[in-house]
């Protein structure tokens, strides 16, 4: 399997505290990054984590709160200082509108293609942003205080042939099976043999990150069987300012039968984040709490 790891830069809210900064996560699969969210501070949380931010590809931000995109300027910036010359993509719900009154506040003149992306905010469907051979990263709306969306990273399934099951078909490693591989199916000795005959099925992995949001089903439907669902946690029991509890999220994670729930974004009165875990473990077994710079491989 390609390497797919995620990495917490700040698990903090709106207000920041000493050990928890705002919210950014940093994805990459094999040799492609994305940053969900770019709160203030993530440039220097991205180095203290020994990672390049150079390597970053596109940036998905889920709303427009400064905890959550306030680092996007910065690191343009950077970027431009280091000789950045590839395009760079930034989603999110009125993107346009935000990209373009960020641009004005600088006086940098870019080496490099700085291109808005609007999301949709409203209605209940998912869109699909990024489509690659191996994977895709889609968004639903949310229900926050302002037009928010949750993104998602899900592989393909791939199919890798198993030989054993080849050779029933008087298959073997050659040229025929590398055609098999770019056609999907052959003529084969007098039978039309299909890539999924003789393969075996890997299932994608799925992250999905809900940004500032209540409970919503758009998310549950994102996230049904996730590998790995990160889920705002801004207080372990009780809703407001339209933010999920701890509860909320385990109980999200439950219905979508998600393997692993990570918490993050908490209010700064946690000093002891061990309510949160144990409200979303009343729902889900497999709860961890993140922190920042914890890394997760999946
Ligand atoms: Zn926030």
């Not at 205080?145 to 298959?171: G, R, T, W």
Request: hydrophobic content about 35%.
């Amino acid at each position: 399997m390609k390497p797919l790891e995620v990495v917490v830069l700040g698990s903090g809210s709106i207000i920041p505290t000493k050990n928890r900064h705002h919210a950014s996560i940093w994805v990459r699969r094999e040799g492609d990054v994305f940053l969900w969210d770019c709160g203030e501070g993530t440039q220097g949380q991205i180095q203290k984590a020994g990672l390049s931010f150079m390597k970053v590809d596109k940036i998905f931000i889920t709303h427009w709160h400064a905890d959550h995109f306030a680092g996007l300027l910065g690191l343009i910036e950077t970027f431009n200082l280091e000789g950045r010359k590839e395009e760079l993509n930034i989603y999110g719900p009125e993107a346009s509108r935000f990209v373009s009154l960020l641009s004005d506040m600088s006086w940098y003149d870019f080496g490099f293609q700085v291109k808005a992306v609007d999301v949709d905010f409203e209605g209940k469907e998912e869109s699909i942003l990024v489509e690659e051979d191996e994977y895709t990263i889609r968004s639903v709306p949310v229900d926050h205080s302002v037009p928010a969306v949750a993104y998602c990273l899900e592989e393909k399934d791939s199919l890798n042939i198993n030989e054993e099951k080849a050779a029933e078909y008087d298959l073997y490693p050659g040229p025929k099976m590398g055609e098999l591989k770019r056609n999907g199916s052959i003529e084969h000795r007098g039978q039309k043999i299909k890539l999924e005959d003789v393969s075996d099925v890997t299932e994608g992995r799925k992250i999905v990150y809900s940004g500032d949001t209540l409970p919503v089903d758009t998310v549950k439907k994102l996230s049904e069987n996730a590998d790995l669902l990160i889920h705002d946690a801004t207080f372990a029991e009780e809703t407001s300012h339209k933010h999920s509890s701890a509860r909320d999220a385990g109980r999200v994670a439950k219905e979508a039968n998600v393997k692993k729930l990570l918490l993050t974004h908490y209010s700064r009165r946690y000093k002891d984040l061990d309510p949160l875990k144990k409200a979303a473990e009343e729902y889900h077994k497999d709860v961890e709490i993140s922190k920042d710079l914890m890394k997760i491989e999946l």
